[in-house]
């Protein structure tokens, strides 16, 4: 979604991503090898799109020569996300086969990468997707949902990332970049108003020091007011949906000489606002449309609703160029969170077993409001890398990993009939300890032909304790603590090869393995059992094309890929006892296609297009869970297991995995009054979503197409820019998840949001 600009107006070919003074990339190309054939009339424009490199492999080099699936964002195309106040759910759709969600408000997204994630919602849960911040893994879901501010760039790597990024990457991994401290004295200011009385505040400046040192701060302040009404007279939260969010980050760079640099960075985070809003019977029975007369300002709840977060962080990057052709790398990095949420799970107030007109809206058949907290959490993580640094026809990497981290979780139930008394509190305790060595080897063979391998061994240990200090009155009985232990060890890795069929094209073809440790699950709270999943592993095979064409007015990629996955670990996630229970299925597939496409087709106007395909299956026929509690109708064979009625969910999609996504965007410029203006669109699409692993006509998500819309004038020399925006441009609102314990309780996106900006650079 970059923009393009006029020639007068370098600094903002900068920010859209057309020229890159710094390792920068744009949402990567993509579509078909028939773009290399469509027409452009006339001579030949003076833009064209320029280098675009990434460190998808830890090296620095051209998209077109990382022989994977590899997309990347930057500039404006954030921005222009970021303009709603939305947190880092904008991204679902935005880049071919990704998708986020989350039940548990801005606090916890969920990532899937090629229909690979997990819905759990467990504040340990492990995911297959790993995300990377700084060159530091963000193990747990709290950490992965730090706010999008001054970045260098985001890189979405598709398929299993074995080797280089091993830490429970199957799926692949989301890499980001912050803007690094630099030797001039620069930086911006942006300020923004929008409906629901937001205001979106964000800054950096960059400061030289001299003696080779240099400061960055960056912030970020988002806020909106209570926008959703509860009409329940004795709600004791009368307003909800509103948030304050602020992040800031510093940075010191040292860098006495061309031969060592070391980067030191801080960052914090502190949330204050509602967690995820559960609206009751808000699906219409025997249908996936909300009930007639659905207003998402309102609501009628007896429950306490609150969410609480903070997060804080630092790492050190060190890199020391020892000669004789071999640099070493340290990357140390240190995170902690403190969190507690607390929401209205059955979405309304009352019970239906108080009597007529004592509950609602609709049936409620027990009152449910729960809050989950992260009192202790400490991630201590350590990386060394050597590597070469001659050039030439061989190169090379080897290093070290550890991980440590240590969580307690508490987890409180509550009454809402009667003064939202405690009646119920469990407690869980996890350690987790893992060591890693990987290398990889790239070999250019001559003839066009490059090869990459890459081998990681990684061992993964957990020690897990439970415990249900206050019983609730639906599990009574005192069953003591509960313990499990886990030890696995894995050998993963990758094996490419790459060759260039003209100057500038690629084609490629991968293939590679991943692993995610075992998990353990306990919400005592709620049952009586610790559930464990085994390891899982994938391998998966990868053929695409990668290219410039027209006088570098194009740049598409199209990519193919296969994986098969055994043992994969899925979240039985609520059903009638509203208890998370992980279970293995012994093999899921996929398979699908990807592309993108960037073209310039007239001076000052830039097309982006992207989509992908994916097909994904489970493949075990005795795996079963548990079905809603009630209301739903489940289409899936049910059979009865232990005096429960499960579902058999052999064959079906994985949750949270659209078949079809698909993105676009323009954007045109024009001289006006001495400046620019510029108007651009955006809009993504993904097809219907099943919420769980079991498939039910009300539980099945709506296809759902969003778009934007931005229009500005940048003046000024390009130091100064003011925009007019609209998300959600057509005020579309389904539900996107669910509460299946208790009655057809969903949630949803956000409604239209409209506003205007002011930014300025120094």
């Not at 859209?16 to 990567?28: D, I, S, T």
């Not at 404006?76 to 996300?81: A, G, I």
């Not at 000489?257 to 029975?285: E, P």
């Not at 005192?478 to 790459?498: E, H, K, W, Y």
Request: glycine share 12%; charged share 20%.
């Amino acid at each position: 979604m970059p923009g393009v600009q006029s020639p007068r107006q370098p600094r903002r070919l900068v920010r859209h991503g057309l020229v890159c003074h710094r390792p920068a990339a744009v949402a990567c190309a993509a579509a078909a090898v028939a773009a290399a054939l469509l027409p452009v009339a006339g001579p030949a424009a003076a833009q064209e799109l320029q280098t675009i490199t990434v460190t998808a492999e830890r090296r620095l080099e051209n998209i077109r020569d990382v022989p994977s699936s590899v997309s990347a964002l930057q500039g404006e195309t954030l921005e222009v996300l970021n303009a709603g106040g939305q947190d880092i759910r904008q991204l679902a759709s935005r880049v071919p086969s990704l998708n986020i969600e989350s039940s548990f408000g801005r606090a916890f997204p969920r990532f899937y990468i090629r229909g690979l994630g997990n819905t759990d919602f467990d504040l340990n849960a492990s995911q297959p997707v790993s995300l990377v911040f700084d060159d530091v893994v963000q193990e747990n879901p709290i950490l992965k949902g730090f706010p999008i501010f001054d970045l260098e760039r985001i890189e979405v790597l598709r398929g299993p990332q074995g080797t280089l990024f091993g830490r429970n990457s199957p799926a692949g991994v989301i890499k980001f970049e912050s803007a690094r401290p630099t030797s001039r004295f620069e930086g911006y200011g942006l300020a923004g108003i929008g409906r629901f009385s937001t205001v979106n505040l964000e800054g950096a400046v960059n400061v030289p020091l001299g003696q080779g040192l240099a400061l960055r701060v960056s912030m970020q302040s988002q806020n909106r007011d209570d926008w959703v009404d509860n009409t329940f007279a004795a709600g004791p939260t009368r307003e909800l949906e509103g948030y304050s969010d602020n992040a800031a980050r510093l940075q010191l760079l040292y860098a006495p000489m061309t031969s060592l640099s070391v980067l030191a960075s801080v960052h914090s985070r502190v949330l204050d606002g509602s967690a995820r809003v559960f609206r009751a019977n808000i699906i219409q029975a025997g249908t996936n449309d909300l009930v007639a007369g659905f207003d998402v300002t309102k609501v009628s709840q007896d429950g306490v609703n609150f969410q609480d977060l903070r997060t804080s962080g630092a790492n050190v990057r060190v890199r020391w160029d020892m000669g004789n052709g071999m640099a070493l790398s340290s990357i140390t990095g240190l995170e902690r969170v403190k969190a507690l949420s607390r929401g209205d799970i059955d979405g309304g107030f009352g019970a239906d077993f108080l009597g007529p007109g004592n509950s609602g809206p609709g049936f409620i058949p027990f009152d449910a409001e729960s809050a989950d907290g992260m009192p202790k959490h400490r991630q201590l993580t350590q990386e060394l890398r050597l590597e070469s640094t001659t050039g030439g026809a061989l190169s090379w990497l080897a290093g070290l990993y550890y991980f440590d981290e240590h969580i307690r979780i508490d987890s409180f139930n509550y009454t809402s009939i009667g003064g939202n008394a405690q009646n119920g509190y469990a407690n869980q305790d996890q350690q987790n300890k893992a060591y890693a060595a990987f290398g990889s080897v790239n070999l250019d063979v001559g003839g066009g032909v490059k090869l990459r391998g890459g081998l990681r061994y990684t061992k993964d240990e957990k020690d897990f304790v439970a415990n249900r200090v206050q019983a609730p009155p639906f599990s009574p009985v005192f069953i003591g603590q509960r313990t499990a232990s886990t030890s696995a060890d894995n050998v993963s890795g990758d094996f490419s090869a790459t060759y260039a069929l003209a100057p500038t094209v690629n084609v490629y073809a991968r293939v590679a393995t991943g692993f995610r440790a075992p998990s353990i699950q306990g919400r005592l709270l709620f049952g009586d059992t610790l559930s464990v999943a085994n390891e899982e592993t994938v391998t998966s095979y990868e053929a695409g094309i990668k290219g410039d064409f027209l006088d570098r007015k194009a740049r598409a990629s199209f990519s193919v890929f296969s994986y098969t996955m055994k043992d994969q670990q899925l979240t039985a996630v609520g059903g009638a006892a509203n208890f998370n229970q992980l279970v293995n299925a012994a093999k899921t597939t996929g398979q699908g296609f990807e592309f993108d496409l960037q073209l310039i087709p007239l001076p000052n106007l830039l097309l982006t297009f992207g989509g992908s395909y994916n097909q994904t299956k489970i493949k075990d026929p005795n795996l079963a869970v548990q079905v809603c509690g009630g209301g739903c109708t489940v289409t899936d064979p049910t059979e009865v297991r232990g005096g429960n009625t499960v579902a058999l969910i052999d064959g079906n999609a994985l949750p949270q995995a659209p078949r079809t996504v698909l993105n676009f965007s323009a954007r045109y410029g024009m001289p006006l009054l001495g400046g620019e203006g510029f108007i651009l669109t955006d809009w993504a699409y993904r097809s219907k979503i099943n919420f769980f692993l079991y498939e039910s006509v009300e539980f099945t998500g709506k296809s759902l197409l969003e778009g934007g819309l931005r229009a500005g004038y940048l003046f000024g020399g390009g130091k100064y820019e003011a925009t007019a925006w609209v998300r959600n441009i057509t005020d579309k609102v389904v539900a996107v998840g669910g509460i299946d314990f208790n009655n057809l309780t969903g949630f949803v996106n956000e409604p239209r949001t409209y506003g205007v900006s002011f930014k300025a650079f120094f």
